[in-house]
Nanobody, 115 residues
């Protein structure tokens, strides 16, 4: 199983960015896909997730600014981030979860929001 994130860069305050995560080795469409992030000195936290049925949920801190979507034909999940704030600076991780036994992580991609 492999989850490969991409799209993390240095972006200006208030800017936008789209992260992608391509999955291989899993039956993608049955997995709940999530985005997590970890800032320096902080615990990893859930940003949001999208279920196999397309339902989404988001952390309060990103509601209205971030959008998760998935393309099952491409085995890809996206995280569209708008109105970026300095506190969004973190390593962003992709997660694929079917159950506690089938729970996979990507290697992470760095997002830095600069003022």
């Amino acid at each position: 199983v492999q989850l490969v994130e991409s799209g993390g860069v240095l972006v200006q305050l208030g800017g936008s960015l789209r992260l992608s995560c391509v999955a291989s080795g899993i039956i993608f469409n049955v997995y709940t896909m999530g985005w997590y992030r970890q800032a320096p000195g902080k615990q990893r936290e859930l940003v949001g997730s999208i279920g196999s049925d397309g339902s989404t949920n988001y952390a309060d801190s990103v509601k209205g600014r971030f959008t998760i979507s998935r393309d099952n034909a491409k085995n890809t999940v996206y995280l569209q981030m708008n109105s970026l704030k300095s506190e969004d600076t973190a390593v962003y991780y992709c997660n694929a979860r079917y159950s506690y036994a089938w729970d996979y992580w990507g290697q992470g991609t760095q997002v830095t929001v600069s003022s």
